[in-house]
């Protein structure tokens, strides 16, 4: 291989390990090419599956920040760059690896970590991301449930005490004042005017009548 085809080698696989969530390192010894074909097929848009170099992966992987890899790089390598989800990508592989006994797992590299092999077949035994965001948002939804219960308690027990005092603070009011009585009669006084005038008259009649005698 040219020296400058290399540097590209390099720099490619160097910014397949810096944008991958994940690294699968697998033997392809025994696989057809229609079998490379289908296990490209099998991963999905969101895996790269490249036959590599052992020689210049290593070199890519110290790129990249990546270590711990040289020991799995050893005879015919290829290397899964998961894009996607960890779990699902495994899952694949190591159904695959079932079905075509010729696809070996070395082992891989996430989150920082080197893994043997059966720590990728841990992962292959996983729940897939969608079936822990389902289980999540499950769980979530009894918890909303169980919050909406817990604040409507208070609430309800709120409403009853403020019902209660509403109706406690009418009872205790006091009763509105009577209606004033209405004015007595205008006439009443003028009756009595009348009869004081009348007492006082009769004892001048009297003595008008005493007079006349006497003349």
């Known amino acids: 291989m040219a020296k400058a085809n290399k540097a590209?080698?390099?720099?490619?696989?160097?910014?397949?390990?810096?944008?991958?969530n994940a690294a699968v390192l697998t033997e392809y010894r025994g696989l057809?090419?229609?079998q490379l074909k289908q296990l490209?097929?099998?991963?999905?848009?969101?895996?790269?599956?490249?036959?590599?170099?052992n020689t210049l992966t290593k070199i890519a992987a110290r790129d990249a920040g990546v270590s711990g890899l040289d020991d799995l790089l050893a005879g015919p390598s290829a290397i899964a760059f998961v894009k996607g989800d960890p779990v699902e990508?495994?899952?694949?592989?190591?159904?695959?690896?079932?079905d075509v006994p010729a696809l070996v797992i070395k082992g891989g590299y996430m989150d920082g970590v080197v893994l043997d092999a059966s720590g990728i077949q841990r992962i292959a035994d996983l729940e897939s991301r969608e079936v822990l965001l389902s289980k999540l948002a499950g769980a979530m939804k009894a918890k909303q449930s169980q919050a909406a219960a817990l604040f409507a308690a208070p609430l309800a027990k709120g409403a009853r005490a403020l019902a209660a005092l509403q109706t406690k603070l009418e009872a205790d009011a006091p009763a509105a004042p009577?209606?004033?009585?209405?004015?007595?009669?205008?006439?009443?006084?003028?009756?009595?005017?009348s009869t004081e005038e009348e007492t006082s008259q009769a004892p001048a009649d009297e003595a008008g009548v005493e007079e006349s005698t006497e003349g």
């Open 89 to 98: 990508a495994a899952k694949g592989i190591k159904q695959f690896s079932k």
């Open 178 to 193: 009577a209606a004033p009585a209405p004015p007595a009669a205008e006439t009443a006084p003028d009756a009595a005017a």
């Open 32 to 34: 057809t090419v229609a």
């Open 40 to 53: 490209r097929r099998t991963l999905g848009p969101t895996v790269t599956y490249a036959v590599v170099k």
């Open 8 to 20: 590209t080698s390099v720099a490619e696989l160097a910014e397949h390990f810096r944008t991958s």
